[in-house]
Nanobody, 123 residues
């Protein structure tokens, strides 16, 4: 089992910045992808940004140019730097990790979620 602990959420004014962190611990095989999702009230959970263990990133169109995802492989921690925040960025942000167990020629993938951290953008 992998445990994910998020931190860094809070209340910020429009145009401000926040940095989210998510640290993975526990019985880990090999995490190959970590990502941030968010869920606003009454909406479906959506992908915000993802990063592979070799540094390949992808972003939702709505956050490109404003958010940056990064990964510290040694610390097993993923970060989300959020700049130029808007009211529509308000949501609970969740961290997800994909853990890969290699058994012979077979790869088994397991997904784990953090408990979420609230981000509120308001004046």
């Amino acid at each position: 089992q992998v445990q994910l602990v998020e931190s860094g959420g809070g209340l910020v004014q429009p145009g401000g910045s926040l940095r989210l962190s998510c640290a993975a611990s526990g019985s880990i095989f090999s995490i190959d992808v970590m990502a941030w999702y968010r869920q606003a009230p009454g909406k479906q959970r959506e992908l915000v940004a993802g990063i592979s263990s070799n540094g390949v990133t992808n972003y939702a169109d709505s956050v490109k140019g404003r958010f940056t995802i990064s990964l510290d492989n040694l610390k097993k921690t993923v970060y989300l730097q959020m700049n130029s925040l808007k009211a529509e960025d308000t949501a609970v942000y969740y961290c997800k990790a994909r853990d890969v167990e290699i058994i012979g020629l077979d790869n088994r993938r397991y997904e784990f979620w953090g408990q979420g951290t609230q981000v509120t953008v308001s004046s």
